[in-house]
């Protein structure tokens, strides 16, 4: 059941979480959110539409799709599980190449090698890359 004790306006909504209201929408058209309407038509959200809100907002920086979100807020969708693992193991394969640039990065920023790519141990930061050529 959904919580209307603070309902808040598409606008409001919009302008508190800085998304144009046309996201908003667009987020619920492909079946996210689902504000409650006033008399009048008008968009209502509740609590527990913020809440998702934060969710999505949260799993979009995390590089999650649209539809691996859905799947994360439909506690009876098929396949769920699966889909959530595979978004971790993504995550985990992300972090390590970030791990990894940001060693390359480090010792950049240390070398005093006129030309970066010629210093050897630069080169042994992007080997694996190379490995595949």
């Not at 209201?21 to 038509?41: F, I, K, Q, Y």
Request: with cysteine; aromatic share 4%; charged share 30%.
């Amino acid at each position: 059941m959904k919580s209307s004790a603070h309902p808040w306006s598409v606008g409001e909504v919009a302008a508190r979480f800085d998304l144009p209201t046309n996201v908003l929408r667009h987020w619920e058209s492909v079946g996210l959110l689902s504000p409650e309407r006033d008399a009048a038509g008008r968009r209502r959200y509740g609590e527990d539409e913020i809440v998702r809100i934060a969710v999505i907002q949260r799993s979009k920086a995390a590089g999650m799709s649209l539809e691996q979100i859905g799947a994360l807020l439909d506690d009876g969708r098929a396949g769920r599980h699966l889909v959530l693992q595979q978004h971790l193991d993504d995550l985990d394969r992300r972090m390590e190449e970030m791990r990894r640039s940001k060693e390359m990065t480090a010792h950049a920023l240390q070398c005093s090698a006129p030309d970066i790519t010629a210093c050897p141990k630069f080169r042994q930061s992007v080997a694996d890359v190379l490995a595949g050529f």
